[in-house]
């Protein structure tokens, strides 16, 4: 139960923290407003590290379904400890979103556009080209898993205080460089959470959840975390001798 706890919290943490930066510079008269895509990088990077941090010491913060999967693949973690973060990151992905909800109700009600309703729940594509989308979103969560296991490394000795740190910035950098296409989920718990969220809420003058998408940031990023989780464990360490 602390394990599930530690990862519903955790969880919890990242989408208020992450979803909250996009409602701060999408939403209508915010202080942020317009603040642009390095605000939400940044924003969603220090969300992830904050988020290791809390939890990071009772059930190592995977906050994620893909990074859960990814250690399953490698022999990490044994299914049934899998299914307990599972549960613990769709449920607290969810409360986020509500928490983000309330605290920007004003702003939701202020805003006339719904796709930028949405786009603070989940991620949309910039070109909806369904297989380009596919393989950005595995092409991103399999860097995020190099990322995580290479900065873990005992070699690095940087796996304490400084990791969730390191986090982060892997998360900031993945945005940067490959969110532009799809608005890099690489985290199936972090859109569809909220995404549900976003259907059940009553959020003022919403429009489609787009539920035809919701697919490609579950399923891509399972996928992304297990073939980055492989590349790194059983092909980059044996090559170097790790």
Known sequence: MDL??????????????????????????????????IVITAGWGFAVAVAVYVTGWVSGAHINPAVTIAFVAIGQLDVGTA??????????????AVLVFIAY??????????????????????????????????????????????????NNGIAGGLGPYAVGILVFSIGLSLGGPTGYAINPARDLGPRIAHAILPIPGK???????????????????????????????PMWGG
């Open 4 to 37: 599930l706890m530690a990862e519903l919290f955790g969880t919890m943490i990242l989408i208020l923290l992450g979803d909250g930066v996009v409602a701060n510079v999408v939403l209508s008269k915010n202080k942020g407003e317009g603040g642009g895509w």
């Open 83 to 96: 299914f307990l973060y599972f549960i613990g990151q769709f449920i607290g992905a969810f409360l986020g």
């Open 105 to 154: 109700f004003d702003h939701f009600k202020a805003t006339d556009d719904p796709g930028l309703k949405l786009a603070v729940f989940s991620t949309g594509p910039a070109i909806r080209n369904i297989p380009m989308n596919f393989i950005t979103e595995v092409i991103g969560t399999a860097m995020l898993l190099v990322g995580v296991l290479g900065i873990f490394n005992a």
């Open 207 to 237: 429009g489609s959840s787009d539920w035809e998408y919701a697919w490609v940031p579950v399923v891509a990023p399972l996928i992304g975390g297990v073939v980055g989780a492989i590349l790194y464990q059983f092909i980059f360490l």
